[in-house]
């Protein structure tokens, strides 16, 4: 595993940029597994920067988002469709086609799955894999529990994760309880992966994940048998690491 030490939460995103940057120019029509919530926010605003620097072309580029919410339209502010649209997609030249995103409105959640499934495979796999790290270890929406052989799945989201996810909404009532998400074997599958982690309230969990035990308890720490994992961590999300 190869650790990269960031100064700050800017410096994290500048330096995650960097390896996403390169792996679009080595490959124009590579596959990249994308992740929402607070910490890619700065990294794709270096993303789009690039882009609009004319350093960057996304139109070969296609993507795979790592979960969604059950229950929310495209049009809901807070579903990942319109976080991946407002934060990214929307302000590059992906096309529209080449983005794939779990359908959180889908009558049959288990047969959305398996196709969600299908069409990772359908695209040759995941050359990058983008993700965050939650307080409780999990990736993706795959919590504390979840077999590491597991594909993409609906989960019901405990309640610490429903708390995490409770600023970004008016209300608790209205967090979304259940969401599609990929497995942590479908997580595992990608070429490459790149863990981003900031702030001093993920320095546990950091070193549980990277520098404990391989355990179900804490989803994450299964990264540590993957061929090609970067993390990039601000000091803060270091500080309790022997590093």
């Not at 599609?180 to 479908?186: A, D, H, L, Q, V």
Request: charged letters at 20%; a negative charge.
């Amino acid at each position: 595993m190869n650790i990269i030490k960031a100064n700050d939460y800017n410096d994290m995103s500048r330096k995650a940029a960097n390896i996403i940057s390169a792996q679009v120019i080595v490959k124009p029509d590579c596959v990249l597994g994308l992740a929402t919530g607070s910490s890619p926010l700065g990294l794709y605003s270096h993303l789009i920067k690039r882009y609009q620097k004319g350093d960057l072309d996304f139109s070969q580029v296609k993507s795979v988002n790592l979960d969604e919410y059950m229950g929310l339209t495209h049009e809901n502010a807070q579903s990942y469709y319109y976080f991946m649209m407002e934060n990214l997609f929307g302000q590059i030249n992906i096309l529209q086609e080449n983005t794939n995103i779990p359908n959180g409105m889908a009558e049959d959640v288990e047969k959305a799955c398996r196709e969600y499934e299908q069409t990772i495979q359908s695209l040759g796999g995941i050359d990058l894999q983008l993700l965050g790290l939650g307080n409780n270890g999990h990736i993706g929406f795959n919590e504390p529990g979840t077999p590491f052989e597991q594909v993409t799945h609906c989960v019901s989201l405990t309640e610490s994760t429903i708390q995490a996810n409770s600023r970004f909404f008016d209300r608790l009532e209205d967090v979304p309880t259940k969401a599609c998400t990929m497995g942590i074997k479908s997580i595992m599958m990608a070429k490459k992966i790149v863990v981003i982690v900031n702030g001093k309230g993920k320095a546990d969990i950091v070193r549980k994940a990277f520098f404990g035990p391989v355990t179900t308890d804490v989803p994450a720490s299964i990264l540590q048998m993957h061929p090609d994992v970067t993390l990039v961590a601000d000091a803060e999300a270091l500080s309790l690491c022997d590093i």
